[in-house]
């Protein structure tokens, strides 16, 4: 079983780069975030011809929104909202092993105080609900797939520089402190620091700024999946496809992937 997750930045700009993607990757599940279109706009029968005819999705106009492109049938969906919002960032689907929730957390805005930034309270506040309710909604013996982007990035060698990122919205201890809360809500496996050492760089965003962004190298990991304790066996592989990022018109994100044994867990 192989999980991409990749926040495409328009699904209707990008649509055929998704299929790109799908014909190199071969994913069985494919989670996208920010799609930024309105439901009636999906472009469903793009994806449904590549083999992907389960599609669960959530979208608005320009902003945000999620989808859930699947080979395999959904045993049931469902649509999250948070923090009082309707805006689009938490949809789930439940599968024959396994139950997927794909998150895409607020940006945050730019000044890293919830005091004067309603944004960054709300990335915070969002966080916060989301440990709560996995704590409640599971227990430790279930399993269960989180993937997303997070935009956060955890650890010290998530980032090009730790040092200089500290007060940058995304690296700051308030965001990081309130993700590892969120992990150990359901004592979630980081499948990339599984396979990835911790001291060793791994990015999976770099900003569309940055005009030649594999010399400058300044990126950050703000994508995730994360898999329940009952799964990290069956977790076989973690990858990241960074030649999307060199294609026509791409995403600023990469599509990440695990690779699941669900007969071993």
């Not at 998704?18 to 069985?28: A, E, G, K, Q, T």
């Not at 139950?99 to 969002?126: R, S, V």
Request: hydrophobic share 35%.
């Amino acid at each position: 079983m192989k999980i991409v997750s990749w926040n495409i930045n328009s699904v209707r700009l990008r649509a055929q780069t998704v299929v790109r993607m799908m014909d190199i990757l071969n994913p069985d599940i494919v989670c996208l975030q920010e799609t930024k279109t309105p439901d009636e706009f999906f472009p469903h029968e793009i994806f449904s011809d590549a083999g992907y005819a389960h599609q669960h999705i959530q979208g608005m106009k320009s902003y945000n929104g999620l989808a859930i492109i699947s080979k395999h049938p959904f045993i049931k969906t469902e649509i999250h909202h948070r923090c009082g919002k309707e805006d689009c960032r938490h949809i789930a689907a439940h599968f024959e092993g396994f139950d997927l929730h794909n998150l895409y957390i607020p940006a945050g805005g730019d000044e890293p105080d919830p005091d004067i930034n309603d944004k960054f309270a709300h990335k915070l506040n969002f966080v916060e609900e989301m440990t709560e309710w996995f704590a409640d909604k599971y227990k430790s013996s279930d399993r269960v797939v989180t993937v997303g982007d997070f935009n956060i990035a955890p650890y010290e060698h998530d980032v090009w520089s730790h040092k200089q990122l500290l007060n940058v919205v995304s690296h700051t201890p308030p965001e990081t402190k309130r993700l590892e809360a969120m992990r150990q809500s359901l004592d979630f496996v980081d499948s990339a620091r599984k396979f990835v050492p911790m001291d060793e760089k791994s990015y999976s965003w770099w900003s569309y700024r940055n005009r030649d962004w594999r010399k400058s190298n300044r990126g950050r990991r703000l994508d995730h999946i994360w898999v329940s304790k009952p799964l990290e066996n069956a977790l076989k592989k973690y990858a990241i496809h960074e030649d999307a990022r060199d294609w026509d018109k791409p995403s600023d994100h990469i599509p990440i992937m695990i690779e699941l044994d669900l007969s071993s867990s």
